[in-house]
T-cell receptor, first 109, second 116 residues
Framework: DAKTTQPPSMDCAEGRAANLPCNHSTISGNEYVYWYRQIHSQGPQYIIHGLKNNETNEMASLIITEDRKSSTLILPHATLRDTAVYYCIVSRVEGKLIFGQGTELSVKP | GAVVSQHPSWVICKSGTSVKIECRSLDFQATTMFWYRQFPKKSLMLMATSNEGSKATYEQGVEKDKFLINHASLTLSTLTVTSAHPEDSSFYIC????????????FGQGTRLTVV
């Protein structure tokens, strides 16, 4: 599975959009981009995933570049409860997720 | 989303004893389950993959005789930490996926193991 690179930490003001970048330059054609988050001392929570097209659900939007070498997770109106570690993972569709270090997002009032 | 439940949420055991952790998919049939461990302020590390009715596949460096995994049904996988030592203290997390394409993995809430 392709590796991903994420900034170790980011801050975001409450109510503003949080844009979390992820680089996956070695992604192959059959690999999906998954985003999960982990709030302290809990199991990871699924957010969204995509292959080529941009995706949106009730939690977030996922923007994937045309060459698929990078993506951005957008939380449109961040709240304090969105403070967590966000993991971008590239994987084939079999559930085996290899976690990197993720981005620690701090949403501040 | 689908619900995956782990039990217990936390456990304290004495050195040399064995501890069993259960992972259940509550509202779907999990063809595959995964076990992870996580040290404080570190990322999740995949330990093994288990498919219902077959032997688990362990990641490199994970002792299969120490971490026994059983996936006896489509809704239950167990991880047994045998002859536990203090260095086995960790946060253990399971995930499960169902059948079909584009199936995302769902995670349990984790089990905090402390070996004293």
């Amino acid at each position: 599975d392709a590796k991903t690179t994420q900034p170790p930490s980011m801050d975001c003001a409450e109510g503003r959009a949080a844009n979390l970048p992820c680089n996956h330059s070695t992604i192959s054609g059959n690999e999906y981009v998954y985003w999960y988050r982990q709030i302290h001392s809990q199991g990871p929570q699924y957010i969204i995933h995509g292959l080529k097209n941009n995706e949106t659900n009730e939690m977030a939007s996922l923007i994937i570049t045309e060459d698929r070498k990078s993506s951005t997770l957008i939380l449109p109106h961040a709240t304090l409860r969105d403070t967590a570690v966000y993991y971008c993972i590239v994987s084939r569709v079999e559930g085996k997720l290899i976690f990197g270090q993720g981005t620690e997002l701090s949403v501040k009032p | 989303g689908a619900v995956v439940s782990q039990h217990p949420s936390w456990v304290i055991c004495k050195s040399g004893t064995s501890v069993k952790i259960e992972c259940r998919s509550l509202d779907f049939q999990a063809t595959t389950m995964f076990w992870y461990r996580q040290f404080p302020k570190k990322s999740l590390m995949l330990m093994a993959t288990s498919n219902e009715g077959s032997k688990a596949t362990y990641e490199q460096g994970v002792e299969k005789d120490k971490f026994l995994i059983n996936h006896a049904s489509l809704t239950l996988s167990t991880l047994t930490v045998t002859s536990a030592h203090p260095e086995d203290s960790s946060f253990y997390i399971c995930s499960a996926i169902g059948q079909g394409a584009e199936t995302e993995a769902f995670f349990g809430q984790g089990t905090r193991l402390t070996v004293v």
